[in-house]
């Protein structure tokens, strides 16, 4: 048997907010301390006095999670504020570890985390699968997420996303314990004899001419064609009649992405900075020699992915009905869409079927499944499934 309980939070006091975050569940739970509980939490918080007030409150076993850029459930949809999930079950086991020190040796870290996987010592569960948070402005996330698959012999699913901070772009942390980390990544593992479904989709569509990424260095993307990658970008602004405005130009960023090819689709990355020498900083790396497009998409093609992401899923259950869903999506989405990215929630909702979700807007989502379009993506839309 699995019970799962949601809830969330906006009182300012990050004390008070713990204390009603876990009252709530423990009361859900019938008073059963939480076996795992993950929380996402605005960067306005103090994370100490949040996580202790949360600990002392149910007193989970394991309790794990990250900054976040937008919180919402089933029942409410906010900013600035904290959400989470705690889970009991008889079935499931858990249990969690941190990597620390991601910008300069992100093979260590991971070996900090997989050290504490039971799944590779015990081979009496069928499914592995961790729930990863990283400190996103730590980067290299995608070389990261590889190197976990690497150590776990590839017998791990993996599903999760950046630490937001409000879309301050200045600090991002994650969660275990009552300890907040800089410049690491925590992992839920998660055992079981039944399958978790994971789902991913974006629902952007390629809006220009394929192009060849000519100079790069990890996320600042240098050069396009052998031109400097604003002029193309100004170049694509010009020929949509749309406005580019070098000096803020998120606006139009938010609206026109990058997408790399990839056998199994488009991998989406966000430009953020235009720099003085004409190269732009995005979100995560892209590589050279990578063929790449400007993207677009529309407020429909976004609730619909997060409907497919949940489909898709939904159908890994072999038949069985979700407990929990836990949703990740890019905090970029959130800006661009406004109030329509309640659109989006809605559309989770109705493909869920009444059954309660929690998430929240991250800087990069992880999703690394066999048969899926897998790795570290911007605005796109991830559902994990729990039985």
Excluded at 240 to 248: G, N, S
Aim: hydrophobic residues 40%; negative net charge; aromatic residues 8%.
């Amino acid at each position: 048997m699995t019970l799962s309980a949601v809830a969330i939070a906006s009182d300012e006091s990050p004390v008070i907010a713990g204390q009603k975050l876990g009252a709530e569940i423990l009361g859900k739970l019938d008073g059963k301390a939480p076996h795992a509980m993950l929380v996402f939490a605005s960067a306005r918080y103090d994370y100490q006095e949040l996580l202790a007030s949360i600990q002392q409150s149910c007193e989970p076993e394991i309790l794990v999670g990250c900054s976040s850029a937008g919180e919402f459930t089933d029942g409410a949809q906010k900013e600035g504020a904290v959400c989470a999930v705690g889970i009991w079950s008889s079935h499931l086991r858990f249990s969690a570890s941190v990597g620390r020190n991601l910008r300069n040796s992100l093979h260590t870290a991971a070996d900090e985390i997989v050290a504490n996987f039971q799944g590779l010592r015990q081979p009496n569960y069928r499914y592995h699968t961790a729930i990863v948070m990283t400190d996103a402005l730590a980067g290299y996330t995608d070389d990261f997420i590889q190197a976990l698959m690497l150590k776990t012999q590839g017998k791990y699913q993996l599903v999760g996303g950046g630490a937001g901070d409000d879309a301050k772009f200045s600090q991002t942390q994650v969660f275990l314990g009552t300890k907040a980390y800089k410049d690491a990544a925590v992992a839920l593992e998660i055992l079981s004899n039944e399958p978790i479904g994971i789902g991913v989709k974006h629902g952007w569509e390629t809006a220009s001419e394929a192009m060849r990424v000519t100079e790069a260095e990890g996320s600042c993307l240098i050069s396009v064609n052998g031109m400097p990658a604003i002029e193309v970008f100004q170049d694509f602004a010009e020929s949509t009649q749309q406005m580019l405005d070098r000096e803020d130009p998120l606006s139009f960023f938010l609206h026109n992405v990058i997408g790399i090819e990839s056998l199994n689709g488009y991998k989406l990355r966000v430009p953020l900075i235009i720099n003085p020498d004409g190269s732009i900083s995005c979100a995560s790396n892209i590589p050279v020699d990578s063929t790449i497009y400007i993207m677009r998409t529309t407020v429909e093609s976004a609730a619909e992915a997060a409907s497919q992401a949940t489909e898709m899923a939904m159908a890994q259950l072999n038949g069985k009905e979700p407990k929990v869903a836990i949703f990740f999506d890019c905090v970029a989405t959130r800006l661009r869409m406004g109030i329509d990215f309640g659109m989006e929630l809605k559309a989770l909702s109705q493909s869920l079927k009444g059954t309660e979700f929690v998430g929240c807007n991250t800087y990069g989502q992880i999703a690394r499944v066999d048969g899926q379009f897998s790795g570290f993506h911007n605005c796109t839309a991830v559902t994990c499934l729990l039985p």
